[in-house]
Nanobody
Framework: VQLQASGGGLVQPGGSLRLSCAAS????????IGWFRQAPGKEREGVMC????????DYADSVKGRFTISKDNAKNMAYLQMNSLKPEDTAVYYC??????????????????WGQGTLVTVSS
């Protein structure tokens, strides 16, 4: 079972990025995928989650209206579309998964599989 996050990079304020999470070893139609981020010197925080059935949970008020989560079960891929990026969005972003569940979890401890993280830097 493996998750691999990609798509990070350097972007100017107001720009957009799409992060991808490739899952292998389990099916996204039977798993929840969450996106977390950790800024320098701060604790890891939950951003959003998409359940096995496509239900979406928002965990970070600061990204509401700017970030969207989606997945493609056929490709076993999940995505985090980030628009109107701000310098405070700078962080390492992680995707996390848990199999055989129909809901989303807020806590990082609820997830059993983690990707390696991808760095997003928002700066001019």
């Amino acid at each position: 079972v493996q998750l691999q996050a990609s798509g990070g990079g350097l972007v100017q304020p107001g720009g957009s990025l799409r992060l991808s999470c490739a899952a292998s070893g389990f099916r996204l139609d039977r798993a929840a995928i969450g996106w977390f981020r950790q800024a320098p010197g701060k604790e890891r925080e939950g951003v959003m989650c998409i359940s096995s059935t496509g239900g979406i949970a928002d965990y970070a008020d600061s990204v509401k209206g700017r970030f969207t989560i989606s997945k493609d079960n056929a490709k076993n891929m999940a995505y985090l579309q980030m628009n109107s990026l701000k310098p405070e969005d700078t962080a390492v972003y992680y995707c996390a998964g848990k199999q055989s569940v129909s809901t989303c979890g807020r806590s990082q401890w609820w997830y059993t599989n983690w990707g390696q993280g991808t760095l997003v830097t928002v700066s001019s």
